[in-house]
């Protein structure tokens, strides 16, 4: 039906619809999906002054906010192919800022095979199972390909009964 509309625009849509109905911390700082395909996960955070602390530079929150939307959404957009109804949420967060992040921040992921394979095992398993998920942030206009903060988050996910 709208396939006339570009797919980052389309799944950008679908990460604030979701924030703005389950999550509204995601809706209010303005993710936009540049990346969402089998190998990975890019997602934009906008330097804007609703995003950004005392200092001038973007707030943790908002870092770690962006981290947890970019290792998710590899594993909801399997979990949404699968057509299985599959729990998803983080059993822990690990972060580390390098630098202090004063542009747009670019938030990678990497791992979609390895998310992809992870969730074949939660159906397959029918247990609950975890995964540790890394994400790297940038600043390119600041400081390139080189990482302001770097994330581990552990997914947890199982198959509902």
Not at 60 to 66: D, I, P, T
Not at 92 to 115: M, S, V, W, Y
Not at 132 to 152: I, L
């Amino acid at each position: 039906m709208l396939n006339f509309v570009p797919e980052g625009i389309k799944q950008t849509a679908f990460v604030r619809l979701f924030g703005l109905a389950k999550i509204p911390l995601i809706w209010f700082i303005r993710p936009s999906v540049l990346e969402l395909n089998e190998r990975e996960t890019r997602i934009k955070i906008p330097f804007v002054r609703k995003n950004k602390n005392h200092l001038g530079s973007m707030y943790f929150g908002v870092l770690c906010a962006a981290a947890d939307i970019a290792g998710g959404l590899a594993a909801m957009e399997h979990i949404k192919n699968s057509g299985k109804k599959i729990s998803l949420s983080f059993k822990d967060f690990n972060a580390e800022f390098h630098k202090r992040a004063e542009g747009d921040t670019i938030f990678l992921n990497t791992q979609g095979p390895e998310i992809k394979a992870f969730i074949e095992k939660v159906i397959a398993s029918g247990e609950r199972e975890n995964m540790t998920v890394d994400v790297e942030a940038r600043t390119p206009d600041q400081f390139g390909d080189e990482p302001v903060a770097t994330f581990k988050l552990t997914l947890s996910c199982k198959l509902k009964s």
